[in-house]
């Protein structure tokens, strides 16, 4: 199982959304997707759990979290080949500990903690609960998403993880996020590229017909 929650190594700069329940994370990652001409890596957690709600009308288990985890790695492992230089992350394996950690009295499968410490990102981008609440099937404790963030923020902290607190609306947060990833895509050599990989293919191909 420990290889199923491991990362693939690729030289990308990996950026992951992080925050408590309807604080813009999805909208976010789909803007800056857009604004860097990449991809984006879903939250597996909502489809797999949407799945549940319409078959069962049953939310999120402990017994779910493992089977979470491993969706959301083989989603970040797949598309992280198909991204141009940066992955955006619309969330991540520590994202699920901490929800663990809230929702089932301090329980973390052993398995997912190590995964969750061991997988490596360059940037969080930790999202404020400034936010409208947004009721779906899915959504609940609105009355705690302080609380949550609190929680989120500590993780953060304990694992000493490189992360922006993004507060304000859409256009202030993209803003300020897209000016923090510009400084480390500086520091970022030889990043990979799908679409460069893609003209080499091309121009061997052009070349072993000639």
């Known amino acids: 199982m420990e290889k199923k929650l491991t990362q693939k190594p690729i030289n990308l700069l990996k950026v992951v959304l992080f925050g408590p329940e ?3 994370k999805t909208t976010l990652s789909r803007q800056l997707a857009r604004h ?14 949407q799945k549940k709600w319409n078959n069962e009308r049953k939310t999120c288990e402990k017994e779910d979290l493992i089977p979470i985890a491993i969706g959301q790695m083989k989603i970040e492992n797949k598309l992280a080949k198909k991204a141009d230089k940066i992955l955006i992350c619309d969330t991540d394996l520590l994202e699920t500990k901490v929800y ?3 929702y089932y009295d301090g329980f973390v499968d052993k398995e997912l903690e190590k995964a969750a410490s061991k997988n490596s990102y360059d940037l969080y981008l930790l999202t404020y609960t400034d936010t409208p609440w947004e009721k779906d099937d899915l959504r609940d404790r609105p009355e705690l998403r302080t609380e949550m963030f609190t929680a989120f923020e ?3 902290k304990k694992y000493n993880k490189n992360y922006l607190l993004l507060k304000g609306d859409k256009e202030t ?38």
């Open 36 to 49: 860097y001409n990449t991809v984006w890596a879903p939250e597996y957690a909502r489809e797999y759990l």
């Open 154 to 156: 500590s993780a953060l």
């Open 173 to 210: 947060r993209l803003k300020n996020a897209v000016e923090e990833i510009d400084k480390l895509i500086l520091k970022k050599k030889n990043l990979y590229s799908f679409s460069n990989s893609l003209q080499d293919t091309e121009m061997y191909s052009e070349n072993e017909n000639s």
């Open 22 to 24: 309807s604080t813009g």
């Open 100 to 102: 663990s950690e809230e």
